[in-house]
């Protein structure tokens, strides 16, 4: 009963920043705990980055850590996820995701997330 729409994925060379949007409507949003994940060709769902239901707390692997940041602003309904210095292997679709349970526990684990985006595609170039 989460709609979740990503929007903000373009080309962008590498070095270059993003910044992803990801609107939610049906329920209540500042109820759900946000993550992002991402997919590359042929390769897994990898976690990016998880934000608690108040935006206090946040979580993000090291393979992102210090270069993304996700972020959310419950008023607008809308979690974000900042990029910067974008790398060649940050190129993949970038889905956000609802979950119930404490981002700490849900982390990277996607059956995890309930609600789920269809993505935006995000390119760097050299």
């Known amino acids: 009963q989460v709609q979740l729409v990503e929007s903000g994925g373009r080309l962008v060379q590498a070095g270059g920043s993003l910044r992803l949007s990801c609107a939610a409507s049906?329920?209540?949003?500042?109820?759900?705990?946000m993550g992002w994940f991402r997919q590359a060709p042929g390769k897994e769902r990898e976690f990016v980055a998880a934000i608690s239901w108040t935006g206090d707390s946040t979580y993000s692997p090291d393979s992102v850590k210090g270069r993304f940041t996700i972020s959310r602003d419950n008023a607008k309904n809308t979690v974000y996820l900042q990029m910067n210095s974008l790398k060649l292997e940050d190129t993949a679709v970038y889905y956000c995701?609802?979950?119930?349970?404490?981002?700490?526990?849900?982390?990277?684990?996607?059956?995890?997330?309930?609600?789920w985006g269809q993505g935006t595609q995000v390119t760097v170039s050299s």
């Open positions: 995701a609802a979950t119930a349970m404490s981002p700490r526990t849900a982390w990277g684990t996607s059956r995890n997330y309930r609600y």
């Open positions: 049906g329920r209540t949003f500042s109820s759900y705990a």
